[in-house]
């Protein structure tokens, strides 16, 4: 009789191991999407998922562990850099539904000049090298008037589209993590807010300029197709949208991150 209690007892333990391994696994960058998935991990964690973040510095690799299946999902991009890595990759990931999370507005940052207007003519703007983020910044140029696009609403526009440039401005591509430790070297970088955020950065303070509320970046879920319309995931958005959720990001980034939920 002990006998089978006990085979009951390890029946019943395994069965509830097996419940409690419901594990999502998502890539994000550090601040402040990884920031943000751990503060749902809790609610996830009521709902039998527990979620496993890892963290990536650049925005390549996040898109490749979710396309090679070695994750289930990832937070860190816009739908235009998306678009942009599916057509440079030949891959096809997709936003997950109901996948926007929040708007980090894009700024141009300085050590040397405190406006745009201060610009000497033939100074240096560093600017992301990848094509949606590069685009964004000579997008956000454009609207502060130091540059004229062949096509104002070319999100992937590049130096190439640049008609009228009257100050002579050079432009240096980087790496989007880079920029932050290039402002000691150029007059000015066009910097994604969570490594403007990474470097003690404050968007609504520091920032020479900075895009509208009405970006067209919002920062999204993304998956493989197979794994996008997931039980877990529709539990993740339900967690990241929520208002426990929505009150953390205007409490702790003030502005710099703005919830589009």
């Known amino acids: 009789m002990l006998k089978k209690t006990l085979t009951a007892v390890a029946i019943a333990t395994l069965a509830l191991s097996a419940h409690a391994a419901d594990v999502l696994k998502v890539a994000a960058t550090a601040v402040p999407h990884a920031e943000i998935l751990n503060f749902v991990k809790p609610q996830l964690k009521a709902e039998g998922i527990e979620l496993q973040v890892r963290e990536f510095s650049d925005y390549v690799q996040p898109n490749a562990a979710v396309e090679d299946k070695q994750l289930d999902a990832n937070f860190f991009q816009h739908q235009p850099y ?68 062949k096509d104002p609403s070319n999100l992937t526009a590049s130096a190439l589209d640049i008609v009228k440039n009257p100050k002579k401005l050079k432009f240096k591509e980087l790496e989007a993590p880079l920029l932050p430790r290039a402002l000691d070297d150029v007059d000015l970088a066009l910097i994604n807010t969570n490594y403007a955020i990474e470097a003690k950065l404050n968007p609504t303070k520091d920032a020479l300029f900075i895009e509208d509320a009405d970006s067209p970046y919002t920062n999204i879920v993304a998956a493989r197709k197979d794994r996008a319309d997931g039980a877990d995931i529709a539990k993740l958005m339900k967690a990241l949208h929520s208002p426990e959720t929505k009150k953390f990001i205007e409490e702790k980034y003030k502005g710099a991150v703005v919830p589009a939920f």
């Open 82 to 149: 998306l678009d942009s890595y599916n057509k440079d990759r030949k891959s096809s990931l997709v936003q997950v539904p109901n996948g926007k999370v929040h708007v980090e507005p894009f700024g141009a940052y300085s050590k040397k000049v405190k406006s745009a207007a201060e610009l000497k003519d033939g100074a240096t703007i560093a600017i992301p090298n990848d094509p949606s983020n590069g685009g964004r910044a000579l997008l956000l140029l454009a609207k502060q008037g130091l540059i004229e696009l």
